[in-house]
């Protein structure tokens, strides 16, 4: 996936040049509570809440016309919990472990190395408060990992989850909709599926293939290094510029091709620990969008990308 880089509003936002979403800057002032972790039912309130004001100061409260009436009126009151694509956009992943928070610290500052909730999660159990369950995403700016979360109205049977809180605001016309419940606005292009069954995003122009299965073998899953060769080695549709993804340009392919509940192999390098790189899965109705990185001799599944 192609950054394009930041532009700082001179506002306490930046907007990112890719996207187009913008973001609050400072990961230890009022748009982000001050830096204090919430659950992720108080931090979807939080953003829904907030408001920046006329003269650039933010509050959380649930009348935003009084609280910027003597801080020249409201300047923007539509900010939101970032879906996971939006979120995972963010990581810096070429970081290590002595550089601090994965994120750009030219343009944030302050952000945690901890988990940061998303708006993307799956909702499953009866409807009764008591054993309703939220299974909602969260990405760690301490390694980039995207874990999952159980939480519920009702904590009494497990203990509250706190995670940290970056607000969003914006229609983003290149990040394809998360696939989740109640999902953030997102692109609305879709997607095409031609006679060959290869996928196009039609908000980034990515074309990906099926899972790619192997002649005479019993199973699809293969090492790191084998996934690399057959991506460089394949003619699949009379092309020859078939590659692995980065791990950025597989989570965004998520709910955009067809579904595939298994890990997949992306390009990407984990540059805290050698011999390993990162994958995702694709599509579990449990573990949909979790990324990690493992060992490069751990055999997962395989998917060709190429651009239009």
Known sequence: TPLLGWQDNGDGTINDLYTGLMWPQNGAGLATNNGQPLTWFAAKDFCEQLVMCGNNEFAATTDPVAACADKGGIKYDDWRLPNFKELALLIKYQKTPNDGAMIDGRYFQNITAGKYWSASYKHFGPPDFSSEIWRARSISFANGYIDINNVRLDETSVPFVYNYVLPVRGNSAIVSPSGFDKPATSCSKGSSTDANNLTTDLCTGLIESQRISFPGLTSSNIEWWAAIREAASSTLAGYTDWRLPNIRELLMSINVGPSDSSFHWAITPDYQTSGQHWWADL??????????????????????????
Request: proline share 4%; no cysteine.
């Open 283 to 308: 599509g579990n109705l449990f573990t949909t969008a979790q990324s990690q990185t493992t060992l490069d001799r751990i055999p997962y599944y395989l998917k060709l990308f190429r651009r239009q």
